[in-house]
């Protein structure tokens, strides 16, 4: 990774962290083992990269990140909320996440998931804080959020991979799975970003493209980092997939037919951010960054 993209990352990670700490009530807000469950994963480490995307497509579409903060804000308190439940005995059960124990390890299952819903339902009260522009009303923000959160796509996304536990899906049923847990809430991500810089229709359309390929080519790497990478590499329990016998694009493509994938993928979405111009250049390094990233 160039050290200028190097650079630009942990501005905005530090930005979003801080505006995170302003939109959360503190820790010892009563009842305060919730505000430190919520807070516990919210800063427990994540890559923070789609809050990031979110200030990148703003700037594609010539508006500034100060801008995005509430929007990138809200959609990294809803991927934080889908991780914690995600983690929970009753669904994938799992105690290491963000390179520290799950929450339901540090608090109790119950707390777990009321940290969960506590992150659900803030996003939208941060949402809902977030300028309007000529374009866009508070009440677009709150829907795009709600859609993509949704039983239409991320809950969708979850609720299918549940039902395909334990059997053979074919590469469509694992397709369909990903766009809705995976990349619905990258592109929700990156249009909310878009929005907050009153993207015009063709702009937020091309945001929606490279989205959707990003967050399709994000998933496909994150199936191959999970079959090769170390759990002290990913700072969550690797080698999962291949343990509960679950489909992955690797296991059901090939590794080599899986990395040609994230490719095509990528370049779908190169073809999306070109036509955006040149501001959208940090989307562009973020892109090609997401196809080599090793964690
Ligand atoms: C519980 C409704 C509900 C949904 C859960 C997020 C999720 C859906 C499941 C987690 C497992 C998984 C493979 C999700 C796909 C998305 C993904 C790879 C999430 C991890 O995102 P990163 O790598 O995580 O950006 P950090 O911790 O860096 O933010």
Redesign the pocket.
Same mark, same amino acid.
């Given at each position: 990774m160039s050290s200028s993209l190097k650079e630009y990352i942990k501005r905005n990670s530090e930005r979003v962290d801080r505006a995170l700490d302003r939109f959360l009530p503190s820790a010892s807000t009563k009842p305060s083992a919730i505000h430190r469950a919520m807070r516990y994963s919210l800063f427990a480490g994540? /890559?923070r990269?789609r809050p990031i995307l979110a200030i990148a497509a703003a700037e594609a579409c010539g508006g500034r990140a100060s801008r995005a903060l509430a929007v990138a804000s809200a959609v990294e308190c809803i991927?934080t909320y889908?991780?914690i439940?995600?983690d929970l005995p009753c669904?994938?059960d799992d105690d290491f996440r963000?390179g520290k124990p799950t929450s339901h390890k540090v608090f109790g299952e119950g707390m777990a998931v009321l940290a969960g819903d506590a992150l659900l339902t803030i996003a939208f009260e941060i949402a809902a804080a977030s300028r309007p522009t000529s374009r866009y009303a508070q009440a677009d923000f709150v829907r795009e959020l709600a859609r993509a959160s949704g039983s239409l796509f991320?809950?969708a996304?979850?609720a299918a991979d549940l039902e395909g536990e334990g059997k053979k899906i074919s590469h469509a049923q694992l397709r369909f799975i990903h766009e809705r /847990?995976?990349s619905a809430l990258l592109t929700c991500a990156m249009r909310l970003g878009a929005m907050s810089a009153n993207a015009a229709p063709a702009q937020l359309h091309a945001v929606t493209q490279a989205g959707h390929n990003l967050g399709m080519a994000f998933?496909v790497i994150?199936d191959i980092l999970d079959a090769t990478k170390t759990t002290e590499e990913l700072g969550k329990t690797a080698g999962k997939d291949e343990k509960f016998h679950k489909a992955t694009y690797p296991s059901i493509l090939g590794m080599k037919r899986a990395r040609e994938e994230a490719n095509r993928f990528t370049l779908a979405a190169h073809r999306a951010i070109r036509s955006l111009g040149a501001c959208a250049f940090r989307l562009k390094q973020l892109s090609d960054y997401l196809l080599i990233r090793q964690c």
């Open positions: 994540g /890559k990269l991927h889908s991780l439940h995600d669904m994938d963000r991320l809950v996304g979850q /847990k995976t998933q994150d």
